[in-house]
């Protein structure tokens, strides 16, 4: 029998500029609530109790939520959207097969967690903010995505070096 891949989320507050890790029933809450301010404008400002801290914090329209990926890092870290990863080559090599153009190697290079229609994937760092980032079959910059089986094969060998949200510093890439 197959298992089910635990449901987690975490939130990064523009407000707070903190992440928090949220409950899948927290997450549920707090997208319910976003949803009814956009709907029924009078409805009352409402919280989520943070589990990690206790920490009450008021319904906050900019908070960003991002779900678990159900994967670890090479250090056994639990990988999320929105991570940053670098790719240590250590369980072998993944490779980008844009349809037009040579194929790339990516160990050594940085890489965004991305949930896309297709699934789970990584985004190579030089093709975030770009138009057509959330478009499974556009090359950016010459770099494909690479799908959630390669992902889940290789993910011995990707470490989280950091998010897109309290680590924006990473975002640059050699073009």
């Not at 779900?67 to 250590?90: C, M, P, R, W």
Request: hydrophobic share 35%; proline share 4%.
């Amino acid at each position: 029998m197959m298992g089910v891949r635990e449901i987690k989320f975490r939130m990064w507050s523009k407000e707070y500029q903190q992440m928090f890790g949220m409950t899948h029933l927290q997450a549920m809450y707090a997208v319910g609530a976003k949803l009814a301010k956009q709907h029924v404008p009078e409805v009352a400002e409402s919280e989520v109790v943070m589990p990690e801290t206790g920490v009450s914090l008021p319904f906050q329209e900019d908070a960003v939520l991002m779900q678990y990926a159900g994967l670890h890092d090479k250090n056994g870290v639990e990988i999320y959207e929105g991570d940053i990863v670098f790719d240590t080559g250590s369980t072998g090599h993944m490779f980008s097969h844009p349809y037009c153009g040579e194929r790339r190697c990516c160990t050594g290079e940085k890489f965004i967690i991305a949930w896309l229609k297709c699934g789970i994937t990584l985004r190579h760092i030089s093709s975030f903010g770009k138009s057509g980032y959330e478009i499974p079959n556009c090359i950016i910059n010459g770099w494909e995505i690479i799908k959630n089986y390669d992902v889940w094969n290789h993910q011995g060998s990707l470490e989280i070096i950091g998010n897109i949200y309290e680590n924006p510093e990473l975002l640059e890439a050699t073009p």
